[in-house]
């Protein structure tokens, strides 16, 4: 089974708050968290697990107050230090931790009351640590045989499809690849096909487990991450970037389901609203699972099914369901009702028969080739696994 190493960068932060709040009592002293950020209403209900909380919340930017995050509203940063200051704690892990020191301490605040906490870029590089040592001592796969693994396992998903009978496309910057480069961008270190749903559910429960090649997905193992499926080269070793989570698996390309939307304006709109909210949930689980322990809600089978509710053949409109925070692209049905043969790296994959309307409606002029600026790449760090290295 395709093993998975996960780390959550919110538990250095989380861990050096316990300890730094061990001998307050938080009974008498309030707790204050200088700064709303996407992930305090986890580390609020990590400390109550430990027996210490949060009592407030402040924030420079006037479009945040009042806003109600857990348990938590969020203040102006001076009516609560005006009100708390001789006993309060404040809590800052932030980027801008100094100057947010130098504005506590200008509005009275003694320096021995303020904790500084490791901030996003400190505590993912802590994670990121935990994780290269597990890989210490890895032979590592430079770009060019890391896209030619990558091709194996496009090879592979292609060849059990036509013995299958299931449909398959080329997807994203693997098609705009094929189609501008007849190969990998050249810069490019991840690979994506798509299923419509039906077949994609059929591919994760029918395709062969226990050799090297393994398709891995939330059901299969509760610590993967993403609510769409990986297939994986068990021989390889992958650190994945993330935040808070980042984590250790194989070499892997994304294998994503296709389903649909209405084409009525406004039923559209509630549509995509509803698919970014399930969005929103699944990685709010995901960020929590690690660090709260007790009384967290898995919604994960609701949200899928949710999700990828609108059928892929009966569906006017066909788009993006997954990573909803980025735009959402759709096209006429029609543009995946048949799949022609394209040219990738010396070999033929399907791609959608409009594949042109789908690689304009995802990026636009897609023939035009970005500047270094533009050029979007993971941060991924493949190795392979001992005795395995070629």
């Not at 708050?17 to 209403?41: P, S």
């Not at 096909?193 to 994760?204: G, H, W």
């Not at 929103?280 to 509710?309: F, M, P």
Request: proline share 4%; net charge negative.
């Amino acid at each position: 089974m395709a093993e998975i190493v996960r780390v959550n960068a919110l538990k250095f932060i989380i861990d050096e708050a316990v300890d730094a709040l061990t001998d307050i009592d938080v009974t008498n002293t309030k707790i204050v968290w200088f700064g709303l950020t996407a992930y305090v209403e986890i580390i609020q209900r990590a400390l109550i697990l430990k027996g210490k909380r949060i009592h407030h919340v402040i924030d420079n930017n006037a479009e945040k107050w009042g806003w109600i995050v857990e348990d938590l509203v969020v203040f102006p940063v001076r009516q609560i230090v005006d009100n708390y200051k001789e006993n309060a704690v404040f809590l800052i892990s932030s980027r801008f931790k100094n100057e947010m020191l130098r504005q506590l301490i200008d509005l009275g605040v003694a320096e021995s009351s303020i904790i500084i906490l490791p901030c996003h870029d400190e505590s993912s590089a802590l994670a990121r640590e935990f994780l290269l040592k597990q890989t210490a001592g890895l032979k590592e796969i430079g770009l060019r045989e890391y896209q030619l693994i990558m091709l194996e396992l496009l090879k592979i998903i292609r060849d059990f499809c036509t013995a299958t009978g299931l449909r398959y496309f080329l997807a994203a910057g693997t098609l705009l690849g094929a189609v501008r480069h007849k190969g990998f961008v050249p810069w490019d270190d991840d690979a994506d096909v798509y299923l419509p749903f039906r077949d994609y559910r059929k591919f994760i429960e029918t395709f062969p487990d226990d050799g090297r090649y393994e398709v891995v997905n939330w059901e299969k193992n509760t610590d993967f991450f993403f609510d769409v499926a990986k297939i994986v080269d068990n021989n390889t070793v992958l650190i994945h970037g993330g935040y808070p989570v980042a984590w250790i698996q194989g070499i892997s390309i994304c294998v994503l389901p296709l389903s649909g939307y209405p084409d009525d304006e406004s039923c559209f709109e509630q549509k995509k609203l509803t698919n970014s909210m399930l969005d929103s949930k699944w990685y709010q689980y995901q960020n929590a699972k690690d660090i709260i322990t007790d009384g967290l809600q898995d919604l994960r089978r609701d949200i899928c099914d949710a999700k990828y509710s609108m059928p892929f053949d009966d569906s006017p409109l066909i788009g993006r369901t997954h990573v909803m925070h980025r735009p959402v692209w759709t096209v006429p049905q029609s543009v995946f009702a048949g799949a022609v043969s394209v040219e990738f790296e010396g070999e033929l994959f399907s791609a959608p028969i409009g594949y042109d309307a789908y690689l304009k409606a995802h990026y636009g002029d897609y023939m035009q080739v970005p500047s270094d600026d533009d050029r979007e790449a993971h941060e991924h760090l493949p190795f392979w696994k001992p005795g395995i290295a070629k």
